[in-house]
Nanobody
Framework: QVQLVESGGGLVQPGGSLRLSCAGS????????MGWYRQAPGKQRELVAS???????NYSDSVKGRFTISRDNAKNTVYLQMNSLEPEDTAMYYC?????????WGQGTQVTVSS
């Protein structure tokens, strides 16, 4: 079965850092553009970062300069390095394939930024 398993979330203080991981199972991630999304309660899901098969990246204005998306094809894993975290970054974070119309969502990993 195709599975995308997010991990690395947790509770962090404002200004802190976290690195999220998205591990692919039953799918070769190097063949797809990958994206990190987040959704806070009562808010729409937001694509915050994406990375193409060639390594090109894009970021939403809200995270540009603070977050870095990367991929390790040997590990079949996509990462999101999050620095200078703010309470507004608190959300459930998901990875997925933005250019695949029917891709299923995983369980996500919770990021909470609070003192």
């Amino acid at each position: 079965q195709v599975q995308l398993v997010e991990s690395g979330g947790g509770l962090v203080q404002p200004g802190g850092s976290l690195r999220l991981s998205c591990a692919g199972s039953g799918i070769i991630l190097r063949g797809y553009t990958m994206g990190w999304y987040r959704q806070a309660p009562g808010k729409q899901r937001e694509l915050v970062a994406s990375i193409t098969t060639s390594g090109g990246t894009n970021y939403s204005d809200s995270v540009k300069g603070r977050f870095t998306i990367s991929r390790d094809n040997a590990k079949n894993t996509v990462y999101l390095q999050m620095n200078s975290l703010e309470p507004e970054d608190t959300a459930m974070y998901y990875c997925n394939r933005p250019r695949v119309a029917y891709a299923a969502w995983g369980q996500g990993t919770q990021v909470t930024v609070s003192s």
